[in-house]
């Protein structure tokens, strides 16, 4: 008795792009955890605690950026990651270039499956 396998869901540009920003943001939020711990800009507690939130918020996000509320959640963890500039000044620009870099990979991502629905233009002028 062999168990059928599901095939695999299709992933979309946009939602791949999109959930590699936040897993990198993800680790980012990591090292940026040990850093504000390391350099004791915050305590150990607010340090370790809210880096671990921040963390998992971002791999969460990740698994529902297919969904249209898990791309809202991105946006609004851009804000956040921004905020983190509050903590640690260099967070400001590291946070905007993140941002940059999301906002690119949703334009790229929503234009590359655009273009996938589209028939191929040698198709379109043989009918």
């Known amino acids: 008795m062999t168990a059928e396998r599901k095939p695999r869901r299709v992933r979309s540009a946009t939602e791949s792009l999109l959930s590699i920003v936040l897993g990198l943001e993800a680790v980012l939020t990591f090292f940026v955890m040990v850093t504000a711990f390391g350099l004791r800009v ?6 370790f ?3 671990a ?9 990740a698994w529902l950026v297919r969904y249209p509320s898990g791309v809202w959640l991105g946006w609004f963890l851009q804000l956040a990651l921004i905020a983190t500039g509050i903590v640690m000044t260099l967070m400001y620009f590291i946070g905007a270039g993140f941002t940059a870099l999301w906002i690119y990979c949703f334009v790229t991502g929503r234009k590359l499956d655009a273009r996938k629905v589209l028939p ?7 009918t």
């Open 120 to 126: 191929p233009e040698s198709e379109a002028k043989e």
């Open 53 to 61: 939130v921040l963390f998992a918020l971002f791999i969460v996000a």
């Open 49 to 51: 605690g809210g880096g």
């Open 42 to 47: 915050v305590p150990a507690p607010v340090a």
